[in-house]
């Protein structure tokens, strides 16, 4: 505490204009990056001319540097742009630059050094506007006016470069005035309001222009820095003296109601949460119609979305959709200040954005909307997590980022969900009022700057007074999860407990050992309020609870760990499964599940804990056991046990449709809304007669009046009658999807056809790449897909090769490397792997060759667990037929 605010005073009287990271326990030059650190950009005024018919850009930037010493040469990101000029205009010095295109760099030479203390750069430069999604793109999109184009930013992690020179690191943040000429009849939209606009002349064609001034915004970083323009509509509100708006393509707007609710009621939730008010005079929402390759973007005070996660149409939109909205616009807020306001100084501490976004917007969804029991939604979200985290190829939640190709890495089931856990947890053990109090320290003291884990910790441990650090540094700066071993006896009416915590891992034999302090919540089946945390240091800890019954470990399923019982206490367990709550339910059935992974639990004692699931109407649970089924089947992919298995799964499943019903009711809560069309889904998938001829009568009757298909179920349903079905049914829902006016609908018919089993047709659909039916920020993902459900892998991956190369210039940059080993890895066909390992892009650099070695062992394991797998399943699906 004291070194770090001497270190921030010393570096203050040195330089006022240092960066922020000077109040940071980590000084500024110290923290990671690639720019050299002595010139540092304070204001940044960019003058754009992006030509939307012939797609060059034009600009012309002014930088106000600071020197603190002299140089005589400067180095920022550009990639993809030319030079007209570079000069020092303080001093009149012309620089020569040279690029370099690998690291993404353009250095300035000058004749004569240029001396310490303040200069401006004039730079004059040319750029192109692609239609990938990153940097400055275009989305061309059809309307009921004929095919319009919209202009759309996509800067993080590092293509502001694409967009303009500079400074393009978090920790180098500045002030930004924008300025920029577009034709006059289009919507403009940067972070901060508009200060004015001016005609500006007229195009080739003689239509007008206008030149829009934006108010300069406040110190951020680069990846910040936001533009959209287009044919756009706003709706808005103002509250608590901000004007909130949605802006959407005409005639959209007022489906961005919903949205804007959610942002109203937020708003002021966020402002009391952080302590800090929403600093800018407005916040926009802006939704980009198809074309984006993430689900939403943070930049301050003007936030894009992909719109099927910003717009929301009573006749076509779901209520997961409706959810969905809601917590993607929390999470964006949620990034106004952490991540805005107060910003990672690198991208090893990526989850400080987003695990925490991750987290708030979860909070936040869950007080906001109580009926939405919406933490039992992001218990899958911490599966997810824990699947990645229990293998070798894992990363700790601070990620090491040795050169900004492994970028692309941060943003992963780590960083974001393994972040979101562990902060839970986190809070659980802190109290949500000292949490809380911590929060609002740090935010107010690195406000406009940077911070790091370290300066977290720092805070919540002054507002909690407890050792934050060492117990949080255990989940954030080592990799993996803890094992907590229970056992327990009954003595005198209390309940003796002894927990000893080792390391879970999967595939992983010689994973070395690993100590963590784990807060482990644990109370009596049926006396959950009661429940206590203790502290798991050193490898072990006892307790005593009062009263005898069955022990439950991670009660309330809020601890990021793997629990496992001593066999008595399992089956005590399983008796008492029936009076858990949901959250245990789940957080039960999803341990035992992963314990058969890691082989410390036979599979047939999760066959069986499946067969006794008979009265669970809980749909967490039945979520959990999907995810578990689906990697039973994929396993058995091939193998003779697989129609065993699939009979046996219809038979788990179909009592449970039964008991929710194909069709909505008034009684319905907001979770059984949810598990509909997964459980549809799955029925169709492991081919239950009754539900593949139920969505082929209930698809027809859509086919004339499309309001007989609920948008709930459409998905599954759709899904059902491709899989099911031939050339008819493929050809009869991509007409749908190229027709289809929302992309929300779009997606939901192009998905669908990933499901379809006729290999000449699955050929057919990795061709859909070759189109530009699916947006390029989609069809990594729709591809993936193909891959997943095909019982021919090798045919799709050998039909993806042979597309690769229309594919590959569709992804942004930093996500090729990681786009063929993510399909690779759904296979478990080691010739699939070294033909990956072949590719020139999967060493093409340290994040592509990360990402295919997390590949290759994921085949290694599926490998390996089928081996585990078939044999049991050979025994228990064949006594157990259904
Ligand atoms: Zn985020």
Not at 219 to 236: K, N, Q
């Amino acid at each position: 505490m004291i070194r770090s605010l001497t270190i921030g005073l010393l570096l203050t009287a040195a330089s006022a204009a240092l960066p922020a990271g000077a109040q940071s326990s980590l000084p500024f030059d110290k923290i990671p990056g690639k720019l050299p650190k002595e010139v540092v950009p304070t204001a940044y005024r960019l003058d754009l001319k992006p030509d939307l018919e012939t797609l060059a850009l034009t600009g012309r930037e002014e930088i106000d540097i600071e020197a603190s010493k002299p140089v005589d040469t400067i180095t920022l990101d550009a990639i993809d742009l030319t030079f007209d000029s570079v000069v020092v205009k303080d001093l009149g010095e012309t620089a020569r630059v040279t690029l370099d295109a690998n690291a993404q760099t353009a250095t300035f030479h000058f004749a004569h050094p240029i001396p310490a203390g303040r200069h401006t750069l004039s730079i004059a430069y040319k750029g192109v506007i692609p239609q990938t999604p990153a940097g400055l793109y275009y989305n061309d999109y059809e309307s009921a006016q004929g095919k319009k184009r919209m202009l759309v930013s996509q800067f993080e992690a590092t293509d502001a470069r694409r967009a303009f020179p500079g400074w393009d690191e978090p920790a180098f943040k500045a002030t930004f005035a924008l300025s920029v000429t577009l034709p006059a009849d289009l919507a403009v939209i940067s972070n901060m309001p508009a200060a004015a606009e001016h005609p500006a002349g007229t195009d080739a064609h003689g239509a007008a222009l206008k030149k829009t001034d934006f108010v300069p915004t406040p110190r951020m970083s680069t990846y910040l820095l936001v533009l959209c323009a287009g044919d756009l509509e706003r709706i808005h509100e103002v509250t608590n003296g901000v004007d909130i708006g949605v802006w959407a393509v005409r005639g959209k707007a007022e489906q961005g109601r919903v949205a804007l609710e959610a942002a109203v009621r937020l708003l002021p939730y966020y402002n009391e949460y952080f302590g800090v008010n929403y600093p800018l005079p407005k916040m926009d929402m802006i939704a980009v119609p198809g074309n984006y390759q993430a689900g939403a973007m943070e930049n301050w005070g003007g936030l894009t979305y992909i719109d099927n996660a910003l717009l929301f149409d009573p006749k076509t939109s779901s209520e997961g959709t409706r959810q969905t909205i809601f917590y993607v616009v929390a999470h964006e807020m949620a990034h106004q200040w952490s991540g805005d306001l107060v910003t990672m100084s690198w991208w090893d501490n990526t989850w400080l954005n987003e695990g925490f976004a991750e987290w708030m917007d979860a909070k936040a969804t869950d007080a906001l909307n109580p009926s939405w029991q919406f933490w039992l939604n992001e218990h899958s979200g911490k599966e997810r997590a824990m699947a990645t985290d229990a293998h070798s190829t894992t990363h700790p939640i601070e990620i090491p980022i040795k050169d900004e190709s492994v970028i692309g890495e941060a943003f992963d089931y780590i960083s974001y969900q393994k972040g979101e856990a562990f902060i839970r947890m986190l809070e659980n053990w802190l109290g949500e009022d000292k949490f809380r109090a911590g929060m609002r320290r740090y935010m107010a003291k690195f406000a406009y700057g940077n911070a790091s884990t370290a300066d977290l910790w720092a805070e919540l441990g002054a507002a909690s007074g407890r050792d934050v650090a060492a117990m949080a540094g255990g989940f954030t700066a080592q990799k993996g999860i803890p094992l907590i071993s229970v056992e327990s006896r009954c003595e005198k009416g209390k309940t003796d407990i002894r927990l000893t915590q080792g390391r879970f891992t999967i595939n992983d034999p010689d994973a070395p050992a690993q100590s963590w302090q784990v807060p482990v919540q644990i109370a009596l089946v049926g006396q959950e309020n009661q429940a206590r945390t203790v502290l798991v240091e050193d490898g072990k800890a006892t307790t005593t609870l009062e009263g005898c019954g069955t022990v439950k470990a991670n009660s309330g399923d809020v601890g990021y760990y793997r629990t496992l019982y001593d066999r008595k206490g399992y089956k005590a367990l399983v008796a008492a499964y029936g009076r858990m709550k949901p959250a245990d339910r789940v957080n039960f059935v999803t341990d035992s599940w992963a314990l058969v992974a890691a082989g410390s639990l036979d599979p047939a004692a999760y066959f069986d804990l499946l067969g006794s699931l008979k009265s669970e109407t809980a749909p967490v649970v039945w979520t959990g056991v999907l995810t578990s089924l689906v990697e039973i089947d994929e396993s058995l992919r091939g193998s003779p046990e697989r129609a065993a298995f699939r009979q046996f799964a219809i038979g788990l499943l179909t009592p449970v449709l039964d008991h929710f019903g194909w069709d909505a009711k008034p009684s319905d809560d907001s979770q059984t809304k949810l598990i509909r069309s997964p459980l549809i889904g799955a029925l169709g998938r492991y081919g239950s007669a009754v539900v593949v001829a139920e969505s082929r009568r209930r698809f027809a009757a859509f086919e004339t009046d499309p309001a007989a298909l609920p948008p709930d179920i459409r998905a599954a349903v759709i899904a059902n009658v491709v899989r099911a079905g031939g050339k008819t049914e493929f050809d009869k829902v991509r007409a749908l999807g190229r027709q289809a006016s929302s992309t929300e609908e779009k997606l939901r018919y192009y998905f669908a056809l990933a499901a379809v089993k006729d290999p000449a047709l699955t050929d057919e659909a990795v061709k859909i790449a070759l189109t530009d039916e699916i947006s390029n920020g989609r069809v990594g993902r729709f591809l993936y897909e193909v891959e997943r459900q095909s019982d021919d892998q090798l045919r799709v991956w050998h039909d993806i090769l042979e597309v690769r190369p229309t594919l590959l210039p569709k992804l942004p940059e930093e996500f090729r490397g990681q786009a063929l080993p993510g399909v690779a890895g759904l296979t478990s066909d080691p010739a699939i792997g070294r033909e990956l390992q072949a590719l020139p892009e999967a060493s093409a650099n340290e994040g592509a060759r990360i990402a295919t070695a997390k590949a290759i062992e994921a085949i290694d394991w599926k490998v390996r667990f089928r081996a585990l797998l078939v044999p049991a399943a050979e025994t228990w699906f064949k006594g157990h037929k259904s």
